[in-house]
T-cell receptor
Framework: SQQGEEDPQALSIQEGENATMNCSYK?????LQWYRQNSGRGLVHLIL?????REKHSGRLRVTLDTSKKSSSLLITASRAADTASYFC??????????????FGKGTKLTVNP | ETGVTQSPTHLIKTRGQQVTLRCSSQ?????VSWYQQALGQGPQFIFQ???????GRGNFPPRFSGLQFPNYSSELNVNALELDDSALYLC????????????FGQGTRLTVV
């Protein structure tokens, strides 16, 4: 079963605009990670935020985490056509069940129009 | 580039056959996890290997099996292939028990006909 649910499922914006994607999850977590996937290929790690952190920045990316609401958001500022991809959040609940597995949502498909 | 390499990149197999997929983990990482991603879905956890032993398994039948070698590389084996096994298979390497980032390879696209 998928724990994370991204919202919206699809997002289309113009180059230069900001893109915001949200992720909700169900259980307690150790950390939450965001990934990008281009055209059904491998996942590219974007950012990891730990459960005791509220906000994290990396270049044009800003991630927030609200553990009380079990939600996270990914903001991409000044978007570029090259940002067109699917974005996934993945939760890591730590050693539950003996492994540090990642539980993914279905992703948000972002299209940035030039 | 993550340093995680998978082979082959594409594969076509016939229903009932067996397949082996390979993964070379990132230098310094001791854990390999395998995920299956069906079209339009997020990746689903198959299992994880740590110190050459299976260490956690998702909701996949026993015909999905794996190995991890002393150099931390790994194999995913699937027996008696079914049409629904057609998917992108992703390998991720990480460092336990630090709970750090997992880095993924480019995946193997398996088509079962």
């Amino acid at each position: 079963s998928q724990q994370g649910e991204e919202d919206p499922q699809a997002l289309s914006i113009q180059e230069g605009e900001n893109a915001t994607m949200n992720c909700s999850y169900k259980t307690s977590i150790n950390n939450l990670q965001w990934y990008r996937q281009n055209s059904g290929r491998g996942l590219v790690h974007l950012i990891l935020i730990r459960s005791n952190e509220r906000e994290k920045h990396s270049g044009r990316l800003r991630v927030t985490l609200d553990t009380s609401k079990k939600s996270s958001s990914l903001l991409i500022t000044a978007s570029r056509a090259a940002d067109t991809a699917s974005y996934f959040c993945a939760t890591d609940a730590g050693f539950q069940g003996g492994s540090e597995k990642l539980v993914f949502g279905k992703g948000t498909k972002l299209t940035v129009n030039p | 580039e993550t340093g995680v390499t998978q082979s082959p990149t594409h594969l076509i197999k016939t229903r009932g056959q067996q397949v082996t997929l390979r993964c070379s983990s990132q230098s310094g990482h001791n854990t390999v996890s395998w995920y299956q991603q069906a079209l339009g879905q997020g990746p689903q956890f198959i299992f994880q290997y740590y110190r050459e032993e299976e260490n956690g398994r998702g909701n996949f039948p026993p015909r999905f099996s794996g190995l991890q070698f002393p150099n931390y590389s790994s194999e995913l084996n699937v027996n008696a292939l079914e049409l629904d096994d057609s998917a992108l298979y992703l390998c991720a390497s990480s460092l336990r028990p630090q709970g750090t980032e997992a880095f993924f390879g480019q995946g193997t696209r398996l088509t079962v006909v």
